[in-house]
């Protein structure tokens, strides 16, 4: 027996859900992880061009640390994350994740870029096998 939920809408005849809506979903998550990554992209674009002007206006490499964009967004998060990490993660604390901290802005957001755009990527169809 085929038994599927079924969805009653106020003034109207039940109906069943269609199998076609969790992949409606995935599209649309896939969709929103591809547009949110591709916008960190430009935005790490922007800071590269950003530190790029600076640093041959002052004829030094100059850039844009993550905690300083940080900071100019919101400082008591900063605080509050940095705060958190230094009591969960101690041993990691100072060897790696202040290191995090000090790296270009335009890097630690191309990367988050590059993850959300792989993540919400088309999956590539199977040869010779039958995909639902």
Known sequence: MNKRPVRVIRGSEPRRISSAQPQQLSVMIRFLLRFIGLCLLATGF??????????????????????????????????????????????????YLQRVFDLPAWVVIGIVAIILTLLGRKKKPLIGYARD
């Not at 800071?47 to 008591?76: E, R």
């Open 46 to 95: 922007v800071f590269l061009v950003y530190d790029g002007t600076k640093s041959i206006a002052n004829h030094d490499v100059i850039y844009t640390k993550v905690v300083d964009v940080w900071a100019i967004i919101d400082q008591n998060s900063l605080n509050l994350v940095q705060g958190w990490l230094k009591q969960k993660a101690a041993w990691a604390w100072d060897p």
